[in-house]
């Protein structure tokens, strides 16, 4: 922090320090400083991305988690006001902010934190605020891999729970924009996809055990927010320590993973144990 009082320029010093506060925040948040792989990783549509995490490779840049911290900000609001709802038999309807554990990676537990469970309809929620662009084309598209993937995991850590899990939604939240241009999107709870998508990444995993950060460049690649990764690095020639994007690449003709990942289902999926809360 500046000393106002020293400051050349007060104001600057100012804009300086709420900058640094904020920064600083953002960068120390949970989810920023989660180095295992979470629900919100699994699903995603590239390979090498996932394997950057999973072979430890030092992010490239450290980028302003600014979504991010509104987002948690938005989080504890809407958490705050569910929980002060109740169901008929008088309890809280909605069960926020919940740990939950998902299943295995490698033998490792991953765990994650399921934004609202509803005991009312059985459906498993997660909050994504969005801009104009995004909101559009998860309007018209869907919700993509990756978000789908990753609500359904959540689906299966409250089942493993004992809960009963009929559906799955995504709330996607304008950010800049009217809150009536909100869009739900939802589907059927469906086990499998949460059970395949951990069976891909323990195939990565696998394949990064074999060969360490030479398995990298073998893995598939897709545009997964090129620009957002942390493993970026324009113009890069070596790919164990940063990736030069999706468009910027040579495709590998058959993605390591398709050539070791188990078939296609049917998964096995475990019994319901008896329902817990926290
Ligand atoms: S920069 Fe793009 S292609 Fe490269 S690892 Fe990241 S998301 Fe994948």
């Not at 709870?189 to 195939?203: K, N, R, S, T």
Request: with cysteine; net charge neutral; aromatic share 8%.
């Amino acid at each position: 922090m500046t000393s106002l009082a020293l400051a050349a320029d007060p104001f600057a010093a100012l804009v300086a320090d709420l900058d640094q506060v904020i920064g600083h925040v953002a960068a120390h948040q949970p989810r920023s400083l989660q180095r295992r792989l979470g629900p919100s990783e699994i699903g995603c549509p590239c390979h090498r991305r996932i394997g950057y995490k999973l072979a430890g490779v030092p992010p490239c840049h450290h980028s302003m988690k600014w979504e991010a911290y509104i987002g948690t900000a938005f989080h504890a609001q809407i958490a705050k006001d569910l929980e002060a709802i109740l169901a008929p038999d008088g309890w809280p309807r909605f069960l926020v902010e919940q740990k939950v554990h998902v299943g295995q990676i490698a033998g490792e537990d991953i765990d994650g934190t399921s934004d609202v469970y509803d005991r009312v309809s059985g459906y498993v929620i997660d909050w994504k605020l969005v801009g104009k662009t995004s909101l559009a084309r998860y309007r018209a598209r869907g919700p993509g891999a990756q978000y789908q993937v990753q609500v359904h995991t959540y689906g299966r850590g409250w089942r493993l729970r004992g809960f009963p899990v009929n559906g799955v939604a995504i709330a996607f939240l304008p950010r800049s924009e009217r809150f009536e241009r909100r869009h739900f999107w939802g589907e059927p709870y469906d086990e499998h996809i949460a059970v395949q998508a951990l069976a891909q990444v323990d195939a990565i995993d696998a394949a990064i055990k074999a060969a360490g950060v030479q398995a990298l460049p073998l893995l598939s690649t897709a545009n997964a927010g090129c620009h957002h990764c942390d493993w970026f690095r324009p113009g890069s020639r070596d790919v164990t320590r940063g990736c030069p994007g999706e468009l910027a690449l040579p495709h590998p003709t058959q993605s390591l993973i398709e050539l070791i990942a188990p078939k296609e289902g049917p998964w096995p999926c475990p019994p319901s144990p008896t329902p817990t809360t926290s």
